[in-house]
């Protein structure tokens, strides 16, 4: 035997091609066998040579000088031995020479393991892991993907990060602070991607809140301004209090600041003993565990006798689960006291003197309307 040659087609098949120093013949007869045989490498990288451990194939031959066979059901991306006998009535022939042959590679069919995360900062995460099962790889790993997005939003926005690295380790920059992160990961070899890790959930730190999204004055009477606002956007945590800061100006000269501290849950603050002959200024700050943030932008309060009606709620979207009950409170003021109204776009709901609420019971998926308010 002479020539011995393979070739990987797919991941777990191989062609052999051989060719014959003469035709063979068996007592006179153009007509015999040859024994193929494949052996598969051990982990350690050390070949079997007792003759048992091969596996066997049986190939006719009609006596061609030339001949082929298809080598199925072997592992991917993995090395083997190739030796090919002639046999007849009188027993086996010399061995042809050994090949090493190798098939193809092909996608990891297992994922990373043991993804994990942790918290560095508000904006960062470290992201660690192990290599898929060897003998699920099928090939040389070429890189990782990293697949991570925030899985706060209610509704479908296309914010899914990618990040590829070579290395069982990754620090994850410029994240959002106090969110929930989502995090999947793969290996790839010259095959393509393999198969995607199950899902793992990791939370950045905390960090101070944004400033409260507005703000604005309202006269209540000739000694009380309400100064109310919203929320910030990104609070960044969970808050604490808010801080309402009150300056007293004269001709145009800070002459002392007085500060009010509201829980968390409130939204106004009722800024009382002013008078009508001061000028006045405030701000509000947002604080949770980590501090207090930055401040809203400032607004005058200015006390007068005359309060004409004004709303001192602030409209706004609210997103909402399925089948929750809302409540919405809107406060006006002004003297004489107004009448507060709510109307779902042309249609008015019902009035009451300063403080209404209307509410909506067991919110559907497909509910959405224009409600405004309005004070007189």
């Not at 990791?202 to 944004?210: F, L, R």
Request: aromatic residues 8%; charged residues 20%; glycine residues 6%.
């Amino acid at each position: 035997m002479r020539c011995l040659t393979f070739v990987a087609l797919v991941h777990a098949l191989g062609m052999c091609w051989w060719t014959h120093r003469q035709r063979l013949s068996m007592a006179g007869r153009c007509m015999s066998e040859l024994v193929l045989v494949a052996a598969e490498r051990s982990l350690a990288g050390i070949w079997r040579t007792d003759k048992d451990t091969y596996n066997w194939t049986r190939v006719a031959v009609a006596g061609e000088t030339m001949g082929d066979f298809r080598l199925t059901g072997l592992d991917k991306f993995a090395q083997y031995s190739i030796i090919l006998e002639a046999f007849n009535t009188k027993g086996d022939g010399p061995p042809s020479d050994q090949i090493i042959a190798q098939t193809l590679e092909d996608v990891p069919s297992a994922a990373p393991m043991a993804l994990s995360c942790s918290a560095l900062t508000s904006q960062n995460l470290q992201v660690m892991w192990h290599p898929p099962p060897t003998h699920l790889t099928h090939g040389n790993i070429q890189a990782y993907k990293l697949y991570y997005e925030p899985t706060e939003e209610w509704y479908e926005t296309d914010v899914r990060e990618t990040k590829v690295t070579t290395a069982l380790t990754s620090v994850l920059h410029g994240l959002l602070p106090f969110t929930n992160y989502s995090l999947q990961i793969l290996a790839t070899t010259k095959a393509g991607d393999g198969v995607l890790s199950p899902v793992t959930y990791c939370m950045t730190e905390e960090a101070v809140p944004e400033a409260p999204e507005r703000v604005k004055a309202v006269v209540v009477s000739d000694d009380t301004v309400v100064v109310s606002w919203l929320p910030p956007r990104h609070p960044n945590g969970l808050l604490t209090k808010y801080i309402v800061y009150i300056r007293v100006m004269e001709q145009g000269q800070e002459m002392k600041v007085i500060k009010g501290t509201l829980p968390a849950q409130h939204t106004h603050y009722d800024a009382v003993g002013l008078s009508t002959k001061e000028t006045y200024e405030a701000w509000v700050t947002a604080s949770n565990k980590v501090g207090e943030g930055p401040s809203t932008m400032v607004v005058t309060l200015k006390p007068r006798s005359v309060v004409p009606a004004a709303i001192v709620s602030f409209g706004q979207m609210l997103v909402v689960a399925w089948k929750v009950n809302v409540k919405m409170i809107c406060l006006c003021v002004g003297i004489p006291r107004p009448i507060a109204e709510w109307k779902l776009g042309d249609q008015k709901l019902h009035s009451q003197p300063r403080h209404l609420w209307v509410g909506v019971e067991k919110v559907k998926r497909d509910c959405s309307a224009n409600g405004s308010r309005s004070g007189r």
